[in-house]
C-alpha cells in the first residue's frame, strides 16, 4: 500500500516536511480548548510535525503511528515531553481506550485510513463536546511557481511520469472547498467548521527533491523514471530558477464537535 512507502524515508520525511504554519496550531488549541490536563488522541503523527507543539502545551497525548520507522523519529522527538507517547498500530486495528478524548486529530493522514471505519472510530475515542480535527494539505499556484516555472516543471513529468494530466497546473486557493460530508453524515457530530492557512516555504534543489521523495506518487514511480524526473527538476531549479523554489501550500483546518 502507498501509505506504507512514508516509513521507507522516515529520516527524510521528518528533514524535508515543513512545520504547520503557527497560526493553524493555535486556531486548534484555542478552538478545542486544550490545556495542560487535556487528552489527545493523534492519528499518523508521520514524524511528529504537528505532535511536538501540541506536546509543549503539556497535553496527555497518545499518538497512533503504523510506520515503525516513523514511530521511532517521533519518539526521540517526544522524549522531553513525558505526557506524550506513541503506539505502534494502524488506527483501523488500535483498540480504543476506555477512557474517552478531548481531541483527535489527524493532520495530513485521515484520508489514508480506511474510510468505512475512520470517522466512526475516531467519533467513538471523543469525550461528548470533545472535537474531531483533521488537517487538510494541498500544493496551490504562488510563490515561484508562475508560468514559465510551470511549464517547465510540467514538461519534467509528462517525459519522465507519462501518466500525469497534460497541462496540469497548481490550483488557485479558492477553487479548493473541502468537503465535510463525511464528518456532517456521521450522526454524531456537530456542523463541521473550516479554516484556512497558507505558507510558503523555500527549498535548494537539493531540500526540494528530499521533499519530492516523500510524496506517495513519487515513491510509486519506478527507479529510473523517478532518477531521470529528478534530475531534470534539479536542472530547472539550479539553472533556470536561481537555485531555490518556493513552494506554497494550503492547509485546511476542519473541525467537528462531538454531538451531546
Not at 16 to 29: G, M, S
Not at 56 to 82: D, M, N, Q, S, W
Not at 94 to 101: I, K, N, Q, R, Y
Not at 161 to 176: I, K, W, Y
Request: aromatic share 6%.
Amino acid at each position: 500500500m502507498l501509505r506504507d512507502t512514508f516509513d521507507e524515508v522516515a529520516e527524510v520525511y521528518d528533514r524535508a516536511r515543513p512545520a504547520y504554519p503557527a497560526p493553524l496550531v493555535e486556531a486548534l488549541i484555542r478552538g478545542a480548548g486544550l490545556t495542560p490536563d487535556s487528552r489527545v488522541l493523534e492519528v499518523g503523527p508521520g514524524t511528529g510535525q504537528l505532535t511536538v507543539p501540541l506536546a509543549r502545551l503539556g497535553c496527555r497525548i497518545t499518538a497512533v503511528e503504523l510506520g515503525p520507522a516513523l514511530a521511532a523519529v517521533t519518539r526521540r522527538k517526544l522524549r522531553p515531553f513525558p505526557n506524550a507517547r506513541v503506539e505502534l498500530s494502524a488506527f483501523e486495528e488500535w483498540s480504543l481506550p476506555t477512557e474517552p478524548f478531548d481531541l483527535v486529530v489527524s493532520a495530513t493522514a485521515f484520508h489514508w485510513i480506511d474510510p468505512a471505519v475512520r470517522v466512526p472510530r475516531a467519533t467513538a475515542a471523543l469525550a461528548l463536546g470533545g472535537t474531531l480535527a483533521l488537517v487538510t494539505t494541498e500544493h496551490v499556484a504562488g510563490g515561484s511557481w508562475d508560468q514559465d516555472f510551470c511549464d517547465r516543471i510540467q514538461r519534467c513529468y509528462e517525459r519522465w511520469d507519462p501518466p500525469t494530466v497534460p497541462g496540469l497546473r497548481m490550483p488557485q486557493e479558492s477553487e479548493l472547498i473541502p468537503d465535510t460530508g463525511e464528518l456532517d453524515r456521521s450522526g454524531r457530530l456537530d456542523a463541521a467548521r473550516v479554516r484556512s492557512f497558507a505558507q510558503e516555504n523555500t527549498y535548494s534543489a537539493p531540500e526540494y527533491l528530499d521533499l519530492l521523495r516523500t510524496f506517495s506518487n513519487h515513491r510509486a514511480m519506478d527507479t529510473t523514471a523517478l532518477t531521470g524526473l529528478l534530475h531534470c527538476v534539479t536542472d530547472l531549479i539550479d539553472n533556470h530558477n536561481g537555485g531555490s523554489v518556493t513552494k506554497r501550500t494550503l492547509h485546511h483546518l476542519i473541525t467537528a464537535r462531538r454531538a451531546a
